[in-house]
């Protein structure tokens, strides 16, 4: 038997309702921030990803799934959604037009080891706010995930608030950073090693314990902080304040992306166990010029959808998979077809939702079918109804049936 690629999940029809909560969840609160979708291709050229993530993350240096095309170009299936949306933004003129505002929903794929709630094909949702340098703008976006998380009805999470501040303010740091891990060297994991020439900042994400000693004692990217980056983060966490969204400032918190400056930050959850991020984000400010553009400042986030299905899986927050049709047409003739078509079209033509039976089963198994599939109504067709004219229609939840014309349905149930 064949089985699906490891890494990566059939997403069941009993599984769609679930899928679809959170999603219709995106849509509503993009709209109610006036935000517009944004759907860019799936694979990208690689420098898109190498040139604007950064060639010494991990994503780039070991979870990319790279391949060349037939004419030898060199593609990547997306690892994450921001490089392409800037590439998108320049490729198209979109900042000509002012500040965008864009949301995005899709897959996304990197070659990292399965665990709870991470796929090799995993799906995200993000929203981006291009062209303002304004503190403004990175409330915007918090206040957007805020909003989608209660919308969902998650109530107990941490937001994590950092700066990374600018190059100069980075470039002070990493020098003193560098310093301090190098004199630690032989008592970092040999990932940590690795990562001290390429992307020291990385180390302070370890999650080993012999790392966890050292960099608890590592100097503070936020005490190298110029005055624009201080003023800047100071305003940040005053107007969180005013608009009393809670946050916790984290000096070694991060992100895996080279591209952020100043503003960062990263929503937690107790239900997710030991791996509890489930979304994050920050400012952005170098990227467009980095992917050949303007200088653009610009901020969003993204949120993991398996992982916030399983906050509210655990929450009991996810709709039940409770199939529900209004009517179920019922009739022990096989010779009637033509009208239980003509009838059923008919019906679907008035938007009511509407099944038949196509195995000729007895009237006995349709009758289990229509319990089954929580009709709320069944419409029997027989010799006698057809002499008539009228079906006879029953009310599933209350056993109470009725003479009816096909064409008075509509307009009995509706009103009922």
């Known amino acids: 038997m064949i089985r699906t690629p490891r890494g990566t999940k059939d997403i069941l029809p009993s599984d769609m309702k679930k899928w679809n909560f959170i999603e219709q969840k995106f849509a509503e609160t993009c709209k109610l921030f006036s935000y517009k979708e944004i759907r860019t291709p799936i694979f990208e050229n690689t420098e898109v990803f190498s040139g604007g ?5 991990d994503i780039v240096g070991k979870e990319m799934y790279t391949f060349d095309d037939r004419g030898g170009n060199q593609m990547t299936l997306r690892p994450e959604m921001t490089a392409s949306l800037v590439r998108s933004a320049i490729e198209h003129n979109l900042m000509d037009t002012g500040v965008q505002r864009l949301w995005y929903y899709g897959p996304f794929f990197r ?24 503190p403004m703008a990175d409330i915007e976006i918090i206040s957007l995930c805020t ?76 005490n190298f902080l110029d005055d ?38 990263e929503f937690q959850s107790t239900s997710l166990g030991a791996q509890d991020a489930f979304g994050g984000g ?28 399983l906050i509210l899986e655990s929450l009991g927050k996810l709709p039940k998979d409770e199939e529900c049709i209004d009517i179920y047409i019922i009739s022990a003739d ?72 096909i064409s008075e349905i509509p307009s009995y149930i509706n009103k009922l």
């Not at 370890?206 to 503070?220: G, H, N």
């Not at 984290?250 to 591209?259: A, N, Q, S, T, W």
């Not at 920050?282 to 299905?309: C, D, H, I, S, T």
Request: glycine content about 6%; hydrophobic content about 35%; proline content about 2%.
């Open 111 to 134: 070659y990292e080891r399965p665990q709870k709630g991470r796929q090799r094909q995993f799906h995200q949702f993000g929203a981006e706010l291009l062209g303002s340098a304004s």
């Open 228 to 265: 624009k980056s201080s003023d800047h983060f100071a305003k940040v966490k005053e107007l969180l304040s005013t608009i009393n969204i809670n946050y916790e400032v984290e000096p070694k918190l991060v992100r895996g992306l080279d591209y952020y400056s100043h503003t960062v930050f």
């Open 334 to 405: 096989k010779n009637i077809e033509d009208i239980i078509c003509k009838t059923r079209d008919y019906l679907l033509s008035e938007n009511i939702s509407t099944l038949c039976d196509i195995n000729s089963r007895s009237f006995k198994a349709q009758f289990k079918e229509a319990n089954k599939l929580n009709a709320k109504w069944v419409l029997i067709i027989g010799t006698n109804e057809i002499e008539s004219g009228k079906f006879t229609l029953k009310n599933m939840q209350t056993s109470e049936q009725i003479e009816i014309l």
């Open 147 to 222: 909003q989608l998380i209660s919308s969902c009805g998650i109530r107990n999470y941490k937001l994590l608030l950092n700066s990374l501040g600018n190059k100069s303010s980075r470039a002070k740091y990493l020098s003193n950073l560098k310093d301090y891990l190098k004199d630690n060297r032989d008592n970092l994991s040999e990932v940590s090693q690795t990562r001290l020439e390429q992307n020291p900042l990385r180390i302070l994400d370890s999650k080993s314990p012999d790392d966890r000693k050292i960099i608890d004692s590592a100097p503070l990217l936020i």
């Open 282 to 309: 920050g400012r952005y400010n170098e990227l467009f010029e980095q992917l050949g553009g303007k200088n653009v400042p610009a901020v969003g986030f993204a949120m993991g959808a398996e992982r916030l299905l």
């Open 53 to 57: 993530v950064g060639e010494g993350t």
